[in-house]
């Protein structure tokens, strides 16, 4: 079964059980302040759930782009991933537990054909009617485990919003792929048990001190990863192993000449390549540009690791793109946008790498000395200060140097980084104070009074004026040598302020 069935076959197994096929939304949530980026199904369902819009249906389901930022340090790895599918049905004060459970149950061993002896289950501490339904499936008493909050309970998604207790659907892989402890369950943390599906009892709507007052009714909110699944019912024990990502590594696989499967960091490398391209390009696609803080930035670390694995693989040239264009390809007919902003998301990815490409050997050079400083390497601590020289001017985000530390054994400063990404502030707002006419390189240290400079390019293209300042790397100075490279403040000028609202 290819991903596109599976994904087929569980709108239309909901679609016969009632439920209003709604599109997916984009990764940029709609008028929820609480949220980054589109995370889960319910993102989408939430005003219906809380009672502050009507939904089109009690019984809706979907198929929803979700970003997980939480993540991404582990992406390289066989299961997680920041970009992924998730089939979601939802009941808006419509059904709950009992038909939930069941009718999960029919989908995954009836349609997608898992073998039941291979399911398990978790459930909330004292959830027993939780357990009765679970029993009622066929599923044996020793297979239903019970956990606390940390495992079974979902949401909010972001600081606020609907939440409740859940049930948790477990696929074991076999002891062979596993820690092969007598102990080895569920949440044990090896690959063994792959975790399958969510099923929330949505019942609480949370605010941000994190007080529960209940929903206006008890609503129901699922979500299954397509790619997981995928893996399973293919007979794969990764994701990357499955149709929906073997194109992507082949590109990868050619791009580098390297090959999938003979090497652990290699193929750990070529699986961040492949999953980070994918989640750019959707990105990008949905609108998001990369910045240096918002969803802006998570983007900006995503295409950055990429390009840094794909070093790894020997790709020293922007490769990005090509295999944005394969992902566009094989997505386009679920995903029309990517089609129609094609030339848009492989610009960008371009540009974007281009850029961090001309600092990132330079970065990586500094890193190596700054690690090899005896009184660093003996720390094993690299300072705030050098952090930030990386962040600043090579590009390097605060995460990438911290995991590049992390795999020879050091750990940064954070506190170090926030003092200068602090003091990097106030230089910016000295700038800002410092009104239009402050034409500075380094920002400015010593503030000087200077109104506006008035615009006189409207009736010629020459001026002659005075300088009423000078400037040396930000700070005010009374005369300038030759050769120093200077900001000069004038009280009119010709030349056409070309960005800042001013
Ligand atoms: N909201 C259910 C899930 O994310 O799995």
Same mark, same amino acid.
């Given at each position: 079964m290819t991903g596109d069935e599976l994904r087929a076959l569980f709108l239309e197994f909901f679609e016969g059980k009632g439920h209003k096929i709604i599109p997916g939304s984009s990764l940029i949530p709609q008028d929820d302040p609480t949220l980054l980026l589109t995370s889960a199904g319910m993102v989408q369902i939430k005003p219906y759930f809380l009672g502050e819009l009507e939904p089109p249906s009690r019984r809706l389901a979907s198929c929803q782009k979700c970003f997980r930022t939480t993540d991404i340090e582990r992406v390289g790895d066989t299961s997680h991933l920041t970009f992924f599918e998730m089939l979601g049905n939802f009941s808006v004060g419509d059904y709950f537990k009992k038909e939930t459970i069941a009718w999960a149950w029919e989908f995954i061993t009836?349609?997608?054909?898992? %073998?039941? $002896?291979r399911l398990w289950a978790s459930i909330f501490l004292d959830d027993d009617d939780a357990f009765n339904y679970w029993l009622d499936t066929g599923m044996p008493a020793d297979k239903i485990l019970r956990f606390g909050e940390e495992d079974n309970f979902w949401g909010p998604a972001g600081d606020s919003g609907p939440c409740g207790p859940d049930s948790e659907i477990f696929y074991d892989?076999?002891?062979?792929?596993?820690?092969?402890? #007598?102990?080895?369950? %569920?949440?044990?943390?090896? $690959?063994?048990?792959?975790?399958i599906g969510t099923l929330v009892f949505m019942q609480f709507n949370q605010d941000k001190n994190g007080n529960r007052t209940p929903l206006p009714k008890p609503s129901i909110d699922t979500g299954m990863g397509i790619e997981r699944n995928a893996a399973v019912v293919q007979g794969k024990t990764s994701v990357y192993e499955t149709d929906l990502f073997v194109p992507l590594l082949d590109c990868v696989s050619r791009l580098s000449g390297k090959k999938y499967g003979t090497d652990n960091e290699i193929d750990s490398a070529m699986r961040v390549v492949t999953e980070h391209s994918r989640g750019i390009t959707f990105l990008i696609g949905d609108g998001v540009m990369p910045s240096n803080e918002g969803r802006g930035y998570v983007l900006r670390r995503l295409l950055r690791r990429a390009a840094l694995f794909g070093r790894r693989l020997g790709l020293d040239r922007p490769f990005l793109k090509e295999i944005a264009e394969i992902t566009i390809r094989q997505m386009e007919h679920v995903y029309p946008e990517l089609k129609q902003r094609q030339d848009f998301i492989l610009n960008i990815i371009e540009m974007e790498e281009t850029r961090f490409g001309e600092t990132l050997n330079s970065g990586l050079e500094l890193i190596e000395n700054i690690m090899a400083t005896p009184s660093i390497k003996s720390t094993k601590i690299i300072p705030g200060e050098d952090v930030f020289r990386l962040y600043d001017t090579?590009?390097? #985000?605060v995460e990438l140097t911290s995991e590049i530390g992390a795999s020879r054994g050091f750990t940064v400063d954070l506190e170090g980084f926030d003092r200068e990404m602090d003091k990097q502030r106030q230089r910016a707002k000295a700038v800002q104070k410092f009104g239009?006419?402050?034409?500075?390189k380094n920002g400015v240290n010593n503030i000087v009074d200077i109104m506006t400079t008035p615009f006189v390019g409207y009736s010629g293209t020459k001026q002659r004026t005075e300088i009423l300042s000078m400037l040396v790397n930000g700070d005010s100075v009374r005369s300038i040598a030759q050769g120093q490279e200077a900001g000069i403040i004038l009280a009119e000028t010709p030349f056409y302020g070309e960005m800042g609202g001013r």
């Open positions: 009836q349609h997608l054909g898992m %073998p039941e $002896d892989l076999g002891e062979e792929v596993g820690c092969g402890k #007598p102990s080895c369950a %569920p949440n044990c943390g090896c $690959d063994r048990f792959v975790e090579y590009g390097f #985000p239009s006419a402050g034409m500075v």
